[in-house]
């Protein structure tokens, strides 16, 4: 199975600044990886797929990059409405076997 | 617009059994594959099951396997998960997830329920 790791797990930014987080697999995914954002109480959203497209409706102020096992999501510039926890989500396991989580990072304001 | 609404969650003893049941709408459902997606209190996400529009290919999670049988009914655009010899670990809020490529079972989850809760507990 394709395990996921996240780092930081959380971390504390203020308004305004550049938030990086990393996401690294077991094993080689090609680009297979989306980001998700979940708010306290609510459902999770698919902010990026294919490790770098922009979900529809999704603020340009969040991207991703990266392929094979190292990935990266950024927020370029933090807004308040961003407090969440983010998920990476590899899906190259297939036939449906495992799509697996990565452990999440919580996001909160300084 | 999408709603993905989910049913038949409680609290149940132990090694009892439990059906859910996601009622879809908003698109064309026989198009799409669909996901189970579940979240302990507290904790991360976890993938439970996967199944093809045509019910054609199905996956299970390793922790699921054997006990939980995952279905649908196209022509009443929903989807179920048949939950049997439940453990205290199973409980969880359950999501319901349609899959973001139509035709095919990719694994990205373009929209979620709300969620049902299942606690197994004595």
């Known amino acids: 199975d394709i395990q996921m790791t996240q780092s930081p797990s959380s971390l504390s930014a203020s308004v305004g600044d550049r938030v990086t987080i990393t996401c690294q697999a077991s094993?080689?995914?090609?680009?297979?990886l989306n980001w998700y954002q979940q708010k306290p109480g609510k459902a999770p959203k698919l902010l990026i797929y294919?490790?770098?497209n922009l979900e529809t409706g999704v603020p340009s102020r969040f991207s991703g990059s990266g392929s094979g096992t190292d990935f990266t999501f950024t927020i370029s510039s933090l807004q308040p409405e961003d407090i969440a926890t983010y998920y990476c989500?590899?899906?190259?396991?297939?036939?449906?076997?495992?799509?697996?989580f990565g452990p999440g990072t919580k996001v909160d304001i300084k | 617009e999408v709603q993905l609404v989910e049913s038949g969650g409680g609290l149940v003893q132990p090694g009892r059994s439990l059906r859910l049941s996601c009622a879809a709408s908003?698109?064309?459902?026989?198009?799409?594959?669909m996901h189970w997606v579940r979240q302990a209190p507290g904790k991360g996400l976890e993938w439970v099951s996967g199944?093809?529009?045509?019910?054609?290919?199905?996956g299970y999670a390793d922790s699921v396997k054997g006990r939980f049988t995952i279905s649908r009914d196209n022509a009443k655009n929903s989807l179920y998960l048949q939950m049997n010899s439940l453990r205290a670990e199973d409980t969880a809020l359950y999501y319901c997830?349609?899959?973001?490529?139509?035709?095919?079972?990719?694994?990205?989850?373009?929209?979620w329920g709300q969620g049902t809760l299942v606690t197994v507990s004595s």
């Open positions: 199944i093809s529009w045509n019910s054609g290919s199905i």
């Open positions: 908003g698109f064309t459902f026989d198009d799409y594959a």
């Open positions: 094993q080689d995914i090609s680009n297979y």
């Open positions: 989500q590899q899906y190259d396991n297939l036939p449906p076997g495992g799509f697996t």
């Open positions: 294919d490790a770098s």
């Open positions: 997830a349609k899959d973001k490529v139509r035709d095919y079972v990719v694994g990205s989850f373009d929209y």
